[in-house]
């Protein structure tokens, strides 16, 4: 029985933390890539936990630039693998909250603002949220017209550079209803501590009937 119970005690709390924090990215949405240009050897992107962020590779022997919100350079893959975010770029503040909440960018910041490039990687690899790539609403976007079918709502496009050639992402905002849903983390939790709880009971119960089961028990005779 005191087996049985701590299995399920692994188990709830094992599934707990994997629904309490799938928070980065929503469950209910995912950002689909449908295109990349210039199409080159070497330049792969994909999308990290459904609609959260990017991470872009660059392996072209090129210079790679990513532009921002008003069309400045937000950041730069240099061909020595060298990954650069300019701090003078708007989008390098706004990017640091999913929803810009409260977020202070610095007045006069703008495309004619020489970039203040500051090393953020050398691997070639780089991790950004963007918020172009996902929906900046709360609760179900309007132009979800059935909530159970998984569609698209909307698009959209971020510039880039690779050498000398202008290019663009391109991809889609998705709506995915959640798949017959599982159990929520609360309730995950709430079994947790109802289990733990009654193995501490029978725990205590036991050590309580021990002494008086010795006392109850027939004295051998040798």
């Known amino acids: 029985m005191r087996r049985f119970s701590a299995a399920v005690v692994v188990g709830a709390l094992a599934l707990a933390p994997a629904a309490a924090h799938a928070h980065e990215g929503n469950p209910r949405m995912e950002s689909v890539i449908r295109s990349v240009t210039p199409k080159l050897p070497g330049l792969s992107l994909q999308v990290l936990n459904r609609d959260d962020r990017f991470l872009l590779v660059n392996r072209t ?20 693998g060298t990954v650069q975010v300019n701090r003078s770029s708007p989008a390098y503040y706004l990017n640091q909250d999913r929803f810009a ?8 910041l703008g495309t004619a ?29 309007p132009t979800v017209t059935d909530r159970s079918r998984r569609q698209v709502f909307a698009r959209y496009t971020i510039p ?14 998705l709506w995915t209803p959640l798949p017959g849903g599982g159990p929520p983390a609360v309730a995950i939790a709430a079994l947790a501590v109802i ?11 036991r050590r309580r009937r021990r002494p008086a089961d010795r006392d109850a028990a027939p004295k051998e005779v040798w």
């Open 61 to 80: 022997g090129r210079q790679v630039v990513v532009f921002g919100y008003s069309g400045e350079r937000y950041a730069r893959l240099l061909p020595d």
């Open 101 to 108: 909440s409260g977020v202070k960018v610095p007045a006069g």
């Open 113 to 141: 603002t020489p970039p203040d490039w500051r090393t953020v990687d050398d691997t070639g690899r780089f991790e950004w949220h963007d918020h172009r790539m996902h929906y900046m609403g709360q609760g179900v976007p």
């Open 160 to 173: 880039l550079q690779v050498g000398s050639r202008r290019g663009e992402i391109r991809g889609d905002q």
């Open 195 to 205: 289990v733990a709880a009654g193995i501490g009971g029978v725990v205590v119960v």
